[in-house]
């Protein structure tokens, strides 16, 4: 177990060793935990805003059985990746987009949020004190979890007095236990991911367990995950538990619009910036379960899962298998994507930055 810290505690160094990579072997990374060496933290009251954090070893925080965020659960996390190029370099992915998800989910959590640049900064300075951990190039990437949790103590009902900013990181690879195999979803309709007018939109920690039950039930059936409908018809697709999703139907990909209930991806705006950039038809709206029956291709897209195409979906006892095959719509997006954050296709939106 590590020992718990307080901001007083001074960097050490690390203690992996310094060579250029942590002595872990990088082959078949898959998405378990593997802290890297150092965290970002800073603090500040409800009164002020964030001031200044800093770097220090990973290891357990102190917290008050009286936390906001172990009560009420008020608290948000992100995800985002550092990687490294064949070339050299070290580069981050719109992390841009991960800071101002934050402060849109903030002031719905009612909570202090640090500003954007001090977001990509916490988030450059972990992914640079954890240079060791970042994957050779081809073997994953470095998961990067900025966290913000009301830290402060209350009893009654009310946004905490303290809040806390903490960026750690793990090295990961895949993020399903298939790997790179299609996933073979089920579908869900006595559970829902999130409710009109409640917090699904924002990446809020309180969206993530209410699904572990439908997730163990589903994979206790052999499924990879699940794939919510709406809360209010039961009858138009959400999200999976993990990851937005996409259906191709001809020149078209359609995904649900983010009216509240779904999550803005990072990797679902990116996506589909890309597929409009090589002549698809693309629309956010309500995509009934139904579709799914005659869709061309079904695919997930996350932070944490890249792109990830679906198999088959099983929707009220019935399954609907989707083709796999190099000329899929899904890979074209994937290969554009990774192309982009590899250097290897022209980044005209300025979305990685190198650090
Ligand atoms: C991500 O994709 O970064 C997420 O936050 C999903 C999480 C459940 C791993």
Redesign the pocket.
């Known amino acids: 177990t590590q020992a718990a810290f307080s901001l007083k505690d001074a960097c050490e160094p690390s203690i992996n060793g310094d060579g250029e990579y942590a002595d872990i072997d990088w082959n078949g990374l898959g998405?378990g935990l593997l802290p890297a060496d150092y965290m970002f933290i800073m603090k500040c009251s409800n009164e002020e805003n964030f001031q200044e954090g800093q770097i220090c070893r990973y290891g357990t925080i102190e917290l008050s059985p009286s936390a906001g965020v172990l009560n009420y659960g008020q608290g948000l996390?992100?995800?985002?990746?550092a990687y490294r190029r064949k070339e050299g370099g070290i580069y981050l992915f719109r992390p841009d987009e991960n800071a101002i998800r934050m402060q849109i989910g903030a002031e719905r959590m009612c909570m202090r949020s640090p500003s954007i640049e001090h977001f990509i900064d916490a988030v450059k300075q972990t992914a640079l004190a954890n240079r060791r951990w970042i994957p050779p190039p081809g073997k994953g990437s470095l998961?990067i979890?900025p966290l913000l949790i009301g830290s402060g103590p209350i009893l009654g009902l009310a946004p905490s007095p303290e809040y806390t900013f903490l960026v750690f990181a793990s090295p990961v690879g895949n993020?399903f236990k298939e790997g790179t195999a299609p996933l073979n979803l089920y579908v869900e309709d006595e559970f829902h991911r999130a409710s009109r007018g409640g917090a699904g939109g924002v990446?809020s920690i309180t969206n993530?367990s209410p699904v572990l039950k439908a997730m163990r039930r589903a994979k206790d059936k052999g499924f990879s995950d699940v794939l919510y409908l709406d809360s209010v018809n039961k009858k138009n697709i959400e999200e999976v538990?993990?990851?937005n999703i996409f259906i191709v139907k001809g020149n078209v990909l359609s995904t649900p619009a983010t009216n509240g209930t779904i999550l803005q991806?990072?990797?679902r705006k990116s996506i589909m910036d890309i597929a409009k950039d090589i002549g698809y038809q693309v629309e956010e709206r309500t995509v009934p379960v139904d579709e799914l029956i005659d869709a061309d291709e079904v695919f997930c897209t996350?932070?944490?899962?890249g792109v990830a195409m679906v198999g088959s979906i099983t929707y009220n006892g019935k399954r609907t298998e989707y083709k796999d095959g190099p000329d899929l719509v899904c890979k074209k997006l994937y290969s554009r994507l990774v192309g982009i954050q590899n250097g290897i296709i022209e980044d005209k939106r300025d979305w990685v930055v190198k650090i």
């Open positions: 998405f996390f992100e995800g985002t990746k998961y979890r993020y990446k993530y538990s993990s990851c991806g990072v990797t996350g932070t944490a899962v």
